[in-house]
RNA sequence: GGGGGCGUAGCUCAACUUGGUUAGAGCGCCGGCCUGUCACGCCGGAGGUUGCGGGUUCGAGUCCCGUCGCUCCCGCCA
């Protein structure tokens, strides 16, 4: 017999009954009836009920039956009477008769419980995260990550036709972008190796290598603040890149992997292909946000001209200095009492708006303040415009134009959530398309890449010449889903005349860019393909499909907010020796959370 | 770097609004009882510098200030 195990805890059933097995695992849970005694002993398969009759003695040397102890048990597998099935647990029909126990490990009292998941401290789970992650969420959704990885892998390779390549983890620091997490170099003092926030440029090259089609579930690494969605230190992407591709090309490619995809693991209602697409620019218009959650059925309208005509001071001054009136209408919410509409209010100036004006259709014509200041026309026009009638409502935010669209956008978000708009049985996936090549810094007032520097400018060479380059638009997208932005992509500019070109008018003189660049220029001097890619984020995939909303929740191992590691004490401090192999010396500041380093690196 | 929320037993929470006797409950832990439970049940017990420091007050878990920690958000993240 095996030394640990003839079966695991989930696997036996009626058949097995008769049979003299072994099973090892955890103690779940313990009754204990002063006689007999049930155990509920669990692995990573399920678990199975061990019965130790009291007239085996083999458990009385045991001091405590303590939950989350690892024992093996010996016996034979039983069948239970009708009446002590348990319908909950798959192997409910059997029960193992023990005659021998085994102590592999014992457990310590438990800082938090495995069997009941009662919500705890973050910090704590962190710092005990092995007893986390027996807990049947979290396990569950490292295992679901691991399953998604698996089949993006099967779709990729054997459906789409792709190849996976591993990049180096040891790269060059990249001037665009985010904060680099810098390794220094021994051999060559001074310099450092900068870990890759993606391995955009290692990708390109591949594909000037000529292999065709690249993915790869790569490691991406920022120094850069934490949210919920957002890792501190590292997270993965579905990185991929195609030769000869257009903007189509790569949408088909990957409307295909997300429909194949999520499939496997949900059974709600997915986008069909193709998704829709929405410009970046209606996309503010209509939503307030380039990720919108298209299952809240609110669009955004621009009602500034009927506004510009009114009586309506305080909004109409705004439009005539430049701004714009945004109108959100909203369906049966007329009867909402008052503090409904105090606490919108309130949420608008939280959220850096001046005021939230409303007008409410009832069964008497409008009610509203400022229904006074309109024509009957006017008021007329504003609710076909939302088509509306009796028991509907029009919310109307006024600003320059990208702070009254993101205003709008937070009111429509928050009235989706708290009206409870959303049907959580679907997943809206849409492609933003069309994003500006540049935006105007409004500090500096410089011209800036607005977003990826190596995308194609839409027109080409010709646009940068002879267009206004904040009218440019690029061949650059974001594929979102319920309002995540999951990826973005770009058909990339090949092309050395027209990256120059492009730089130039963000301000980079061409030495600088062959300076910063030159690696990938010199690929494009010796016969580029034109193509183009995209990279899903892996986390907030596993996120939608386990239904979190916190991406420590999909990762097994997360750094906290403050990027450390409790459980193992990342970061550290290091030893004089190491110091003075890698040619540093320290230069810590003096005051506060930096002064606590100091002390422990004494 | 800035703003909001939270911090009471090992864990989850109550007491806070309106300051007032000995800070309570469930789970866990310790002891006892219990032969068919499956969130087993029953009896008893231990366990607290209310994050830390200061202030107001006759009196502070409760009010005020500071500080630390966690968390969410803004900045930041092509």
């Known amino acids: 017999m095996h030394k640990y195990r003839t079966h695991n805890c989930g696997e036996m059933r009626r058949e097995n009954v008769g049979e003299e097995v072994r099973l090892s695992g955890w103690v779940h849970r313990v009754r204990d009836h002063g006689g007999i005694i049930f155990v509920d002993l669990r692995d990573g398969y399920g678990i199975t009920q061990v019965v130790i009759d009291p007239e085996r003695e083999f458990h009385e040397n045991l001091e405590h039956w303590r939950l989350e102890s690892v024992l093996c048990f010996t016996g034979k597998v039983v069948s239970r009477s009708p009446e002590t099935v348990n319908p909950k647990l798959a192997t409910g029909e059997i029960e193992l008769e023990a005659w021998e126990m085994q102590v592999l490990n014992d457990c310590q009292v438990l800082p938090f419980s495995v069997a009941v998941e009662d919500e705890c401290d973050e910090n704590l789970r962190l710092q005990y995260r092995f007893l986390d992650l027996r807990r049947s969420g979290m396990h569950q959704r490292v295992l679901l990550r691991s399953k998604v990885i698996r089949s993006v892998r099967r779709i990729l390779e054997d459906d789409l036709g792709f190849t996976e390549f591993q990049t180096p983890i040891l790269a060059n620091s990249s001037p665009e972008g985010a904060r680099d997490y810098l390794v220094p170099s021994r051999l060559h003092p001074g310099k450092f190796y900068a870990l890759p926030q993606a391995p955009q440029i290692f990708k390109q090259l591949l594909m000037v290598s ?9 490691p991406c690494f920022r120094d850069e603040d934490a949210r919920a969605d957002r890792s501190p230190g590292e997270f993965y992407q579905i990185d991929l890149e195609m030769a000869f591709a257009s903007q189509e090309d790569v949408f088909s490619a990957v409307e295909y992997l997300f429909t194949t995809l999520f499939p496997e693991f949900t059974e709600k209602n997915i986008s069909k292909a193709p998704f829709q697409r929405i410009t970046y620019h209606d996309a503010m218009l209509r939503y307030g946000t380039d990720k919108p959650d298209l299952r809240i059925p609110i669009e955004i309208q621009d009602v500034s001209e009927l506004f510009a005509d009114s009586d309506f001071n305080a909004f109409r001054q705004v439009v005539e200095k430049g701004g714009v009136v945004r109108a959100i209408p909203v369906k049966g919410i007329a009867d909402r009492p008052r503090s409904f509409f105090d606490n919108l209010i309130e949420f608008t100036r939280q959220h850096g708006g001046k005021g939230l004006a409303y007008l409410i259709w ?15 026309n006017t008021l007329e026009e504003l609710r076909c415009r939302g088509d509306l009638q009796a028991g509907d409502v029009m ?19 928050h009235l989706g959530e708290i009206l409870d708009l959303c049907d959580t049985q679907r997943f809206d996936f849409c492609w933003i398309v069309d994003y500006p090549m540049f935006e105007l810094n409004h ?8 977003h990826n520097p190596f995308s194609l400018p839409q027109g080409g060479m010709e646009a940068l010449n002879q267009d206004d380059p904040l009218q440019v638009k690029g061949f650059q997208y974001d ?13 990339r500019n090949h ?44 986390e907030r995939i596993v996120m939608l499909l386990a239904e979190c ?22 970061p550290s401090t290091v030893s004089e020796k190491q110091l003075k192999e890698l040619h540093l010396k320290l230069n810590l500041p003096k005051k506060g959370k930096e002064q606590k380093a100091r002390k422990e690196a004494q």
């Open 210 to 218: 000529g292999f065709d089609r690249y993915f790869q579930i790569a």
């Open 362 to 376: 009832n069964q008497e014509g409008v009610k509203s303040p400022i229904a006074k200041f309109f024509t009957e």
């Open 395 to 413: 919310f109307f935010v006024a600003d320059q134009e990208h702070r009254a669209a993101a205003l709008a956008g937070e009111v429509r978000r």
């Open 443 to 450: 500090q500096t007032g410089e011209i800036e890449f607005s």
């Open 479 to 491: 594929l979102v889903c319920n309002g995540v932005e999951l990826s973005s992509g770009a058909v």
């Open 495 to 538: 092309r050395p005349d027209i990256m120059f070109k492009a730089f130039s008018i963000a301000g980079y003189e061409q030495q600088e860019v062959e300076e910063k660049f030159g690696g990938l220029l010199r690929a494009f001097r010796f016969g580029a393909p034109p193509h183009g890619g995209i990279a899903p984020g892996l």
């Open 549 to 570: 909303r916190n991406i420590r929740e999909v990762t097994a191992f997360p750094l906290n907010q403050n990027a450390e590691d409790r459980l193992l004490g990342a």
